[in-house]
């Protein structure tokens, strides 16, 4: 199944479209683990069990591990967003049954069929849907039948969806206004409040420091980060190699995959895969590099920036699973062992004061920065309104400001600080206005737009109909997660307690 995916990991894009991942609505939901009882809510007056809920976990974890390339993502938050999607699915199938969604059984049977990764030779292979089943589904405890399942259930979601959104539409006039401010060059200035202005006018008492020790002296985040210590082979392309046309060296870089997958697969087949790691790479004359103490939030510093790729595989690994699918590398391919794990542990309680006392400081100084920036803002606005010059404004009140000229949101240059939050910005003015305060890292800025020329380029119209696609995906994605918003709302529907900031209070 290594080989499988790796060979198809071009079109799981493809596959996430036809089994429905566009309901990813990211709310602050908490681990399963938390929802205690047989029923953890109710939806449209009826209880949902347990089972329920861990079968909608279940669907939403297989797509997530698809779309991650056969291995879901491990970071903070990861058990938030599966309760999330897990939640959803189940509201929008509930939505299903009342308008009376049907899926026959022809059109789950197309959809399975139509699969990418099940195609061999152009048409659809049931050998490749055996062994998908066998290895991909087997290795996550779903069978077939729970397979076939989810795709009904996912094609039933994309109807309620269809339904729901069919009404939006987006006007030619939007699609003008939106090119324009993408694509036209504008002159704009940008007002800067650093956090650093506010620091030193901080002073934090013993008294905040010991309510922050009491409310987030326990919080994960202030122990000392688990450490992975790894081992890698590197399957790389030879110096000739490399200088080939890109036909060529493409073959010969999936002929190099090839011979990683194998050796990760002969070792996935190992009883003792860390020995076996080091013995097979010895027969193949591999050279084993071995790196110590690494953490997620401080990679590795490898040539061609492969760091954090190879920090997130190392941790995506367990002592059950210690050997990586081969992963793409500056050289060519690496398979990755992890040789020991260095569990997370508590700082000394003085340094875990101190980052509490800096935490609240920056916390303090960045309310202090943002209720000063709206002020600013505010006052701007009202002196611009009786005609005075901005240039003025910026000259008398001794502002930190620089004037762009020519900056294009759609491509903000490399060079210009804060570039893609300008861009954001800027793209919502029109001539003459003055933004409201908006926080970049570091501090905030105010953006005002004084001029902005017409497109330089050509008008295109497949451009047009990407600005057109792209408003509408947004505001139907925007609509949905606002109805979903909205059923959690409505009477006989009870999330459960853990997830009750999703929708109203219970009394």
């Not at 990418?116 to 292979?125: R, V």
């Amino acid at each position: 199944m290594l080989k499988l995916f790796r060979s198809h990991s071009g079109l799981l894009v493809l596959i996430l479209a036809l089994i429905g991942l566009s309901f990813l609505l990211f709310y602050n939901v908490p681990a399963l683990s938390r929802l205690r009882g047989r029923a953890v809510g109710k939806i449209a007056g009826k209880e949902v069990t347990l089972e329920t809920f861990r079968l909608s976990r279940q669907a939403a974890e297989m797509e997530l591990a698809l779309f991650s390339g056969g291995r879901g993502p491990r970071r903070e938050g990861l058990d938030r967003l599966l309760n999330e999607i897990a939640w959803g699915r189940l509201v929008f199938l509930e939505e299903a049954k009342r308008l009376h969604c049907l899926v026959p059984d022809e059109a789950v049977i197309q959809a399975i069929e139509g699969l990418p990764f099940l195609q061999k030779d152009g048409k659809y292979s049931e050998e490749l849907y055996n062994q998908f089943v066998n290895g991909f589904l087997g290795t996550r405890g779903i069978k077939g039948e729970r397979f076939v399942e989810i795709v009904r259930e996912n094609l039933l979601i994309d109807q309620v969806k269809l339904s729901l959104v069919a009404g939006i539409q987006v006007g030619p006039e939007e699609v003008d206004r939106l090119y324009r401010s993408e694509f036209g060059p504008a002159r704009l200035t940008v007002v800067r409040l650093s956090l650093e202005q506010f620091l030193p006018s901080i002073t934090v008492t013993p008294e905040q420091l010991d309510a922050e020790m009491q409310q987030h002296g326990s919080d994960p985040s202030l122990r000392i980060p688990e450490q992975r210590k790894i081992a890698y082979v590197e399957f790389a392309l030879s110096p000739e190699e490399r200088k080939l046309p890109e036909k060529e060296r493409k073959e010969a870089e999936e002929k190099l995959l090839q011979r990683a997958e194998d050796f990760a697969v002969a070792l996935s087949r190992e009883e003792v895969k860390k020995k076996a790691f080091f013995e097979k790479a010895q027969q193949l004359g591999l050279t084993v590099r071995e790196i110590g103490s690494i953490s997620e939030e401080q990679p590795p510093d490898l040539p061609g920036g492969d760091g954090p790729a190879l920090a997130e595989a190392a941790f995506a690994l367990s002592e059950e699973n210690p050997i990586s699918d081969p992963i793409r590398s500056a050289e060519g391919f690496r398979v990755v062992l992890l040789k020991e794990v260095e569990p997370s542990r508590l700082r000394p309680p003085a340094e875990v004061r101190e980052i509490l006392r800096r935490r609240l400081a920056e916390r303090l100084a960045f309310e202090k920065l943002l209720a000063q920036g709206k002020e600013m803002a505010q006052g701007l606005r009202k002196e611009l309104s009786a005609g005075k010059p901005f240039a003025d404004l910026v000259r008398e009140r001794k502002l930190a400001a620089e004037t762009l000229t020519h900056f294009v949101p759609a491509e903000p240059p490399k060079e210009v600080k804060d570039g893609a939050e300008i861009a954001l910005v800027s793209r919502l003015l029109e001539p003459g206005q003055l933004s409201g305060f908006a926080p970049v890292p570091g501090g905030g800025i105010l953006v005002y737009l004084e001029s902005r020329e017409a497109p330089a380029m050509p008008e295109s119209a497949e451009l047009r109909r990407q600005i057109a696609d792209g408003l509408r995906e947004s505001r139907e994605q925007e609509f949905l997660e606002e109805w979903l918003m909205e059923e959690n709302r409505k009477p006989g529907y009870q999330l459960p307690r853990s997830l009750a900031s999703l929708g109203p209070e219970e009394p």
